[in-house]
């Protein structure tokens, strides 16, 4: 089966640039997250979706962040213009249903480094 | 709102001894409780997880939980380690509301030694 899917799995690009970080979910799951992860910070939550929707966008950084999922099948986080700081391991994540007690299934990550 | 604490960042400990990972947390209503292991350069999986009935959780790998409700504790146990579990362990609580979000804890390494 497969399962949450990431790309690209590293990217590395300059300061400034607009990155795109793109996820498809594994099939007939309801919810979608991302996370991203660092040494300082640990797991945080950026945002989710609930059938598509945004539910909870209060961890997203700041406006130079965006999220959509313009269909059940694929979202994308993008930075722009991306800084130094956004460097770090940008994980989606997906869930059958809405029960808040089902697992969570996640993908391998998007490594980014901004220089 | 839900937070996570795991007490220890670092746990080493040699093998086929035995473990535990702490983990509290803090909610002002009812949780599900999750414990996830993340090995190097991928992604969490899950190890076990509480939503209700008997305290005592086993997971994958010989792994098991006991949820502490006045303790507000899900600490995680293993008899004796391998070599293999090596890895960074995260404890999470969501709200059993419908749709709830993941809040994770900080992670704890776990280092198991020759």
């Known amino acids: 089966d497969a399962g949450v899917i990431q790309s690209p799995r590293h990217e590395v690009t300059e300061m400034g640039q607009e990155v795109t970080l793109r996820c498809k979910p594994i099939s007939g799951h309801n919810s979608l997250f991302w996370y991203r992860q660092t040494m300082m910070r640990g797991l945080e939550l950026l945002i989710y979706?609930?059938?598509?929707?945004?539910?909870?966008d209060s961890g997203m950084p700041e406006d130079r962040f965006s999220a959509k999922m313009p269909n059940a099948s694929f979202s994308t986080l993008k930075i722009q213009p991306s800084e130094p700081r956004d460097s770090a391991v940008y994980f989606c994540?997906?869930?059958?249903?809405?029960?808040?007690?089902?697992?969570?299934?996640f993908g391998e990550g998007s490594w980014l480094t901004v220089v | 709102a839900q937070s996570v604490t795991q007490l220890d960042s670092q746990v080493p400990v040699f093998e086929e001894a035995p473990v535990e990972l702490r983990c509290n947390y803090s909610?002002?209503?009812?949780?599900?409780l999750f414990w996830y292991v993340q090995y190097p350069n991928q992604g969490l999986q899950l190890l076990l997880k509480?939503?209700?009935?008997?305290?005592l959780v086993k997971g994958i790998n010989g792994f098991e939980a006991e949820f502490n409700k006045s303790q507000t504790s899900f600490h995680l146990r293993k008899p004796s380690v391998h070599i293999s579990d090596t890895a960074e362990y995260f404890c999470a609580v969501s709200a059993t509301n419908q749709g709830g979000k993941l809040i994770f804890g900080q992670g704890t390494e776990l280092s198991v030694k020759p």
């Open positions: 994540a997906s869930r059958p249903g809405a029960n808040s007690g089902n697992t969570i299934y």
């Open positions: 509480y939503l209700s009935g008997s305290t």
């Open positions: 979706f609930n059938n598509n929707v945004p539910i909870d």
């Open positions: 909610s002002s209503v009812s949780v599900y």
